[in-house]
């Protein structure tokens, strides 16, 4: 297992376009989040995943954001009608069912730059 | 709510010279507390955990960190800076609920000068 992967590594779109990113975790980890990371801040939470249940969501994430981990493997994460206020590095990271005591895996994120 | 705060936004320090790095929390019960460790254009490298038991961690690369309750802080050392440890540096507390988020501190960026 070569750890939790994401694609694309960057992304530039034009503001106004839809963009969609993909995260695979480690193979045995049931617990997965997303996590969106601006420049000169730390990660902050935005979504997480038991299984294939998205069960919860913080209010960063607007409407015009959805994720989604259909068969409780690879998550995916969509921003519609992208705003220059959503360019950041977004972070995808895994873990077993201990949860946070089993530490977190990270990816090495996917930078989206909104022009 | 938890929430982190690390008040050293830049630190220069010259290769081979000790290392502190600040780190003040705070949370409501013991918390769950992480330094992770974040090289240009990439992901976070987890250092070292603290949950309960010893106050003194190990971690990776020849890191420590000592929680103290007393004075809310889980500060990161090391005693001889390498040039490859420049990088930024997030400490981050987990709560214990079900979604097990992490809080993170907005980062301390490490300089290393030869």
């Known amino acids: 297992d070569t750890g939790v992967s994401q694609d694309p590594r960057h992304k530039i779109t034009k503001r106004g376009q839809n963009v969609t990113f993909r995260c695979d975790p480690i193979s045995e980890h049931n617990r997965l989040y997303w996590y969106r990371q601006t420049l000169g801040q730390g990660p902050e939470f935005l979504t997480y995943?038991?299984?294939?249940?998205?069960?919860?969501k913080s209010r960063l994430l607007s409407d015009r954001f959805s994720a989604e981990r259909p068969k409780g493997s690879f998550s995916t994460l969509e921003i519609q009608r992208t705003e220059q206020g959503d360019s950041a590095m977004y972070l995808c990271?895994?873990?077993?069912?201990?949860?946070?005591?089993?530490?977190?895996?990270f990816g090495s994120g996917t930078r989206l730059t909104v022009v | 709510a938890q929430s982190v705060t690390q008040p050293d936004i830049h630190i220069t320090v010259s290769e081979g010279a000790s290392l502190e790095l600040r780190c003040n929390y705070s949370y409501g019960a013991t918390p769950y507390l992480f330094w992770y460790v974040q090289s240009p254009g990439q992901g976070l490298q987890l250092l070292l955990k603290?949950?309960?038991?010893?106050?003194l961690v190990q971690g990776i690369k020849g890191f420590e960190a000592e929680f103290k309750r007393s004075q809310s802080s889980f500060n990161l050392r090391k005693p001889s800076v390498h040039w490859s440890d420049a990088a930024e540096y997030f400490c981050a507390v987990g709560n214990t609920g079900t979604a097990s988020k992490l809080t993170f501190g907005t980062g301390t960026r490490l300089q290393v000068t030869l």
């Open positions: 603290y949950f309960s038991g010893d106050t």
């Open positions: 990271a895994s873990t077993s069912n201990l949860g946070v005591s089993g530490g977190y895996t």
């Open positions: 995943f038991q299984n294939e249940a998205q069960l919860e």
